[in-house]
C-alpha cells in the first residue's frame, strides 16, 4: 500500500526510510539544512535519552526493547512541523508509526543495493548490531526481503548507489516543491 498523502497536502515534514546505510541520517541533514528545518535522527535520539549508544541497547535489552524506545521517541515528535526524520532502517516494522506522522509528511524511500550498504556500513563496524554477524552481505538481503514491502509505502522512491548526498537532497527538495512547498 503506498503512502496516503492527500494531493492537496503541501508536506511540512518528510521521513526517509531505507536500509541500514542508505543515507538516511546523511541525507536528512543535508536537506535539512536546505529547507532550514529541524532535523531528527531518531537513533541518536534514543541515544541521547539513554545515555547509551544503539548497540548497548541491542545487547542489553535486546531488538523488541529497542523498538519501544523508537516507537516512543516517534510519540515525541509526531505533531512537530518543518521537520526531516531519519529514523533507522528497522522503524518501518511497525508500520503505525509512518501513518503516526500525518498526512502532511512526504515519506522516501532511498534505495541502496546490498553491496554498497555492506561497503557504506564497513566504515562504521560495530555501529549496527544486526550486522555485526559473519555475513553482512546476508543479513541486508534477508532484512530487505522482510523490508521492502514496507519501505516501498513511501510515495517517493530514489536510488543511492552512485548518487552523492547533496543530489539526493536536491531530488527530495524538488519533489517538496512540486507538492506546493513555498521557497522561503
Ligand atoms: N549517497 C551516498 N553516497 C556515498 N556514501 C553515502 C551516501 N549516503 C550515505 N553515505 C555514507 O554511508 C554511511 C551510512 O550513511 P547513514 O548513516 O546516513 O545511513 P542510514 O541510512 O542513516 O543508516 P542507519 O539505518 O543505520 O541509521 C555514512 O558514512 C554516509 O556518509
Ligand atoms: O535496520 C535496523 O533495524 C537498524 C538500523 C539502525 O539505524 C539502528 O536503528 C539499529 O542498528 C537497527
Ligand atoms: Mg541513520
Given amino acids: ?5 492527500p494531493a492537496d497536502a503541501v508536506p511540512r515534514r518528510v521521513v526517509l526510510l531505507g536500509m541500514m546505510a ?3 541520517s546523511a541525507v536528512g541533514a543535508v536537506l535539512a539544512k536546505r529547507l532550514g528545518w529541524s532535523h531528527v535522527d531518531l537513533d ?3 541515544e541521547a535519552a539513554q545515555g547509551r549508544r544503539v548497540a548497548e541497547i541491542f545487547a542489553a535489552e535486546g531488538e523488541p526493547a529497542f523498538r519501544a524506545l523508537e516507537a516512543a521517541a516517534t510519540a515525541r515528535i509526531a505533531g512537530r512541523t518543518e521537520v526531516v526524520l531519519s529514523p533507522g532502517g528497522g522503524w518501518i516494522t511497525r508500520p503505525a508509526l509512518l501513518d503516526s506522522l500525518g498526512p502532511d509528511t512526504l515519506s522516501v524511500w532511498l534505495r541502496v ?3 554498497e550498504a555492506v561497503r557504506r556500513a564497513s566504515a562504521s563496524p560495530g555501529e549496527r548490531p544486526l550486522l555485526a554477524g559473519p555475513d553482512p552481505a546476508g543479513a541486508v538481503r534477508r532484512l530487505l526481503g522482510e523490508r521492502e514491502p ?3 509505502r513511501a510515495e517517493l522512491h ?7 548526498v547533496p543530489a539526493l537532497a536536491d531530488d527530495i527538495h524538488s519533489a517538496l516543491r512540486a507538492r506546493g512547498l513555498a521557497p522561503r
Wanted: net charge positive; hydrophobic share 30%.
Fill in 158 to 164: 530514489l536510488m543511492t548507489d552512485g548518487r552523492s
Fill in 113 to 115: 543495493s546490498v553491496d
Fill in 150 to 152: 514496507l519501505y516501498s
Fill in 22 to 24: 542508505s543515507g538516511k
Fill in 44 to 46: 541518536r535520539e534514543i
Fill in 1 to 5: 500500500m503506498a503512502s496516503s498523502r
